[in-house]
């Protein structure tokens, strides 16, 4: 691996950082357009029940009110992110027959302010007929339960299954058998900025919408669906995004309601949520029920593994088919398992929509695999590092099927976390209260499935050159946080030898950035949008490349280079002149065409998951009060591969933004919710840890190169949300004997445990 970078591997500042620090940004919520209005969603108030009658008539007449639309307004186009199966898009604009939650959408209205639209609201009489609700996964699957959509009448809206080697015979070859029932809760995303949009339709029939949004490709498609409108004759723009982890990226009701809205008055319309109705009817990570039974040989083998999750979905689908199958991916992952089966069962309930969310999937199956290495060790007299180690995969392992492991630096972060946080003498030594444990992760770079059933590339990008010497890169890439445009521009300022600070961003606007991208999910932008620039540099480089061998007569196109802003031949640098120099030349050869490259990428017969994954280890420190049962943790340490870092500095932020969510779900966030209700409707209910919670800790960097990713990068950051709850919940038992299957961990479960309550 080359190591000759002057941009890539550098710690560069964030390109938004000063903007977003000066207050400058400017989201969604801070656009007005002339002649604005103001939406507000009605919301239902029973989780099941059949709608007998709407009357708008009193909310109509509301002096102010300018539109009111309910389901017989729309054309009742069901949409969903799953484009591939028709049947799993269950969701419609508006509730027509029925509600299915506490807080599906029934009806909404624009007004001349805020005020007056939700004053409109409470003038709107929805008549229901109520029905009796499932709100678990085993009162919906139980027989009699009600039927939530008529399509399944079990309420198991899909199966996904995975399946090779003999596990009888693997269990019948096991020294020990560990069968154990796991269940893991439901979080919000809990980003700052709350879902907010505004729509404005032109005197030309087309739309423009500006929304907080991860997928601005997947809302202009949905909306076009919905609305019965070309895809061209629709504008998406993604402003500044403040923050999103999945939460972002799908088509959402208020964005088709401002979309049609608009339409129909004509006058722009925004909707900007409330964080109540974030936390109570948002989408949110699926709760699960988790049953694995996993054997090993006497010395510590894995030799079968049979995984069933069942996804509590919540009332429509959502995210949740691709949630249902990266589940039994990750329960295969990390260590070598020959034999093994997956169940995944995607469950409808009459809760609020599970979707997408930091890790999709990866968090539930990682909790009960990790949890299982650390009960086999103990009940095999193994420290739980040996039994990582013997079981550990490394480069060119396979999951029959699923995926081939093309770099790994697994075993290398098993090794260096041990030695980092000094664990062989910690674990054998600390005293009553004081415990250390361990928790690992493998996760995807990006998937390989096309479920949205796109016709064009996963992504793409356009690069313009200019005798400035400055270049312009156009990409539908989304930043909502993470960082991809300085990463983005840091890719393309190596490639052309140039400074970030002469690159030109534009991204996220459907009518000016190339027509492909799906988005920012899967940690996916890195090395998919990463692979697209690097391309369409290319095509910049063979064509200065050209002219600049001819003006020298060197007859060495292959043999030349872009650095320090200049273009020159490698074995004579001083036959070269400035890139700007070099693209003015370009230009007058092709009698004034525009020097342009383009690049896309796809991913093909890399496996049916993702092409590349990273891998990791985190251990956490912790002291339990034995009398309140109260967890601090001290100390959490991570050893992470993620091939080559394209800006340290950022992996280093989105590393302690992993342990900072994986904090809240090991410890302290979850929803109270009593016959679908949610009641933990504000910050003060819903506990996110704060800045003082966070506890020290230091990150290392396994060194090692992907060559499926731009530069040998891959994923970093969201896979690292995952080891976190399992490394607490080991150190946790390590302390006190207590060992938690049911997050969170909180102190009452410690107490509990160990027999005070």
Not at 14 to 22: E, G, M, N, P
Not at 233 to 239: F, M, S, T, Y
Not at 288 to 300: A, Y
Not at 367 to 376: H, L, S
Request: aromatic share 8%; hydrophobic share 40%.
């Amino acid at each position: 691996m080359s190591t000759n970078f002057s941009v890539v591997g550098k710690s560069l500042p964030r390109s938004d950082a000063r903007i977003k620090a000066v207050g400058a940004a400017r989201y969604c919520d801070d656009i007005i357009r002339p002649g604005m209005l103001f939406g507000k969603i009605l919301r239902s108030p029973v989780a099941h029940a059949k709608i007998l009658n709407i009357d708008v008539s009193k909310a109509k007449a509301l002096p102010g009110v300018k539109s009111v639309i309910t389901a017989d307004d729309t054309l009742k186009i069901r949409f969903g992110n799953w484009r591939l199966v028709p049947e799993s898009q269950d969701e419609l604009p508006l509730a027509t027959d029925k509600v299915r939650f506490i807080g599906d959408e029934v009806a909404a209205v624009a007004a001349i302010d805020k005020d007056i639209a939700e004053e409109a609201l409470s003038l709107i009489k929805v008549d229901y007929e109520e029905l009796p609700g499932a709100f678990s996964v085993d009162e919906s699957m139980a027989e009699g339960a009600p039927v939530i959509h008529e399509a399944n009448p079990n309420n198991i809206s899909l199966q996904r299954k995975i399946d090779y080697g003999d596990l009888d015979q693997g269990f019948a070859d096991s020294h020990l058998i560990l069968d154990n029932e796991f269940t893991v809760h439901a979080t919000s995303h809990a980003y700052m900025e709350p879902c907010s949009c505004v729509a404005e339709y032109d005197h030309d029939g087309r739309l423009t919408i500006w929304t907080s949004t991860q997928t601005p490709y997947f809302v202009q498609c949905l909306l076009a669906q919905t609305l019965g409108m070309r895809e061209n004759d629709i504008r998406v723009i993604k402003p500044f995004v403040g923050g999103g982890f999945g939460g972002k990226m799908e088509l959402r009701k208020w964005e088709f309601c401002a979309a049609f809205m608009a339409r129909e008055t004509g006058r722009p319309v925004k909707f900007t949520l409330t964080r109540s109705e974030e936390l109570t009817t948002g989408r949110r990570r699926h709760p699960m029920k988790i049953r694995s039974k996993i054997g090993f040989s006497k010395d510590g083998i894995i030799l079968a593994k049979e995984f069933t999750a069942y996804l509590d979905g919540g009332a429509y689908n959502s995210m949740g088919p691709t949630a249902a199958f990266l589940c039994g991916n990750f329960g295969g992952m990390l260590y070598r398992h020959p034999n093994y089966r997956y169940n995944g069962y995607h469950v409808y309930t009459n809760k609020p929509p599970a979707g997408a969310m930091r890790g999709f999937g990866a968090p539930q199956a990682l909790f009960v695999a990790e949890t299982q290495m650390n009960m086999a060790a103990q009940e095999l007299g193994m420290d739980p590092l040996d039994i990582r180690l013997k079981n550990a995969m490394v480069t060119g392992d396979e999951i029959p099927g699923v995926a081939k492991i093309s770099s790994c630096g697994f075993k290398e972060s098993l090794l260096k976390v041990a030695e980092m946080t000094n664990w062989r003498e910690k674990r054998k030594n600390l005293k009553k209260g004081q415990g250390i444990g361990i928790g690992c992760y493998s996760f995807i770079s990006g998937g390989v499935f096309n479920w949205f059933n796109t016709r064009y590339n996963f992504t793409r990008a356009e690069v313009r050159a200019f005798d400035d010497g400055t270049v312009h890169l156009l990409t539908m890439a989304s930043d909502i946080g993470q960082g991809c445009d300085t990463v983005l521009r840091q890719i393309l300022a190596e490639e052309l030898g140039l400074e970030v600070k002469d690159i030109r961003l534009t991204a996220a606007d459907t009518a000016v950035t190339p027509q492909a991208d799906l988005g920012t999910w899967g940690s996916r932008v890195t090395l998919m949008a990463g692979n697209a620039v690097r391309k369409a540099a290319a095509e910049i480089k063979e064509q200065l490349f050209k002219v600049v061998s001819m003006k020298f007569d060197l007859n060495v196109i292959h043999d030349m280079a872009c650095k320090d802003g200049r273009i020159y031949a490698k074995n004579r640098p001083d036959r070269g002149i400035d890139f700007g120099e070099a693209v003015r030349l370009a230009q007058r050869a092709n009698r004034g065409d525009p020097i342009i490259g383009y690049g896309s990428y796809t991913p093909r017969n890399k496996g049916l998951v993702t092409p590349a994954f990273s891998f990791g280890a985190q251990v956490a420190e912790v002291e339990v009060d034995l009398e309140t049962g109260a967890i601090e943790v001290k100390e959490m340490n991570t050893a992470h591969d993620c091939g080559t870092p394209i800006n340290p500095m950022s992996v280093e932020g989105q590393l302690e933004g992993s342990v900072h969510m994986g904090l809240g779900y090991a410890l302290s966030e979850q929803f109270i919710m009593k016959g679908g209700k949610t009641l933990t409707s504000t910050f003060l209910d819903y506990k996110i840890p704060c800045a003082e919670d966070m506890p020290p800790g230091k990150s290392v960097h396994i060194d090692t190169y992907e060559p499926e990713g731009p530069f040998g990068a891959k994923e970093a950051g969201e896979g690292l949300v995952s080891p976190t709850a399992p490394a607490i919940a080991d150190a946790v038992c390590h302390a006190t004997g207590y060992r938690c299957m049911d997050l969170p961990i909180t102190p009452e479960k410690v107490l509990k445990g160990l027999g005070k309550l």
